[in-house]
């Protein structure tokens, strides 16, 4: 808050945008810890050591996530059940929740408004989200620095900030995610996380990493 209130200088459009998603945040995170509370087994349940995608951004990393989507032995987190997470989705429904119109009419109306950034980032329901968009719950996330201009939150992100909770709130995440709609392999993916590599193992030591490489030079033709 303190970096969007003295980095960002929002409009008012920017302003709103802003306090409706870190209110959704805070929204989804406390239905989860309660429906964690009231089904104590979730937390307990095992998350089986996920695959996740490392590589810098412009690196293909969102099409490598795409295209291990399609194994039907994996599951991805989709945009639909990260944006709206509770209730948890359930196996019955798990294609045709309501859930899904709700949130590409959201994607929808933000193409309206910023319609290049379709061509930069592919978005959809059904699309497979970043793990940035599950630890920005827990407000360390490099989201908020490509969403908004707010270079003292990330140096603080990136230099002091303890990263440990918010991969404990990613695991708790994909519990919940799991907990009606069983996931064999999670396979995950944000350029984030080169940042904390340490932390990730830390929460999943067992897990197998993909760094995607590039050329710097082409993406800044």
Known sequence: ????????????????????????????????VAYSKANPAVTKADVV????????????TTILHDLMAQDPATRVPLTWEVERPYPPPETATYDTDPRI??????????????????????MGARLAQECVCITNADFRSTLFGTEYRVPSYMTWLLDTADMAPAYRWHRQFLQHLQARHPAHRWVL???????????????????????????PRAPAR
Do not use: C
């Not at 050591?49 to 293909?60: A, D, K, Q, S």
């Open 1 to 32: 808050m303190d970096a969007l209130r003295g980095d960002a200088d929002l409009n008012g459009i920017g302003a709103a945008f802003a306090g409706r998603e870190l209110k959704q945040q805070l929204v989804n995170r406390l239905k989860i």
């Open 49 to 60: 050591p996920p695959v996740v995608i490392v590589g810098h951004g412009r690196t293909g």
């Open 101 to 122: 119109d709700a949130v590409d009419m959201r994607l929808a109306a933000i193409g309206q408004v910023m319609p290049e950034l379709q061509g930069m980032h592919p």
């Open 189 to 215: 993916k944000s350029p984030g996380h080169i940042w904390s590599l340490g932390e990730l193992l830390a929460e999943y030591p067992e897990a197998l990493l993909i760094q995607t490489h590039r050329d």
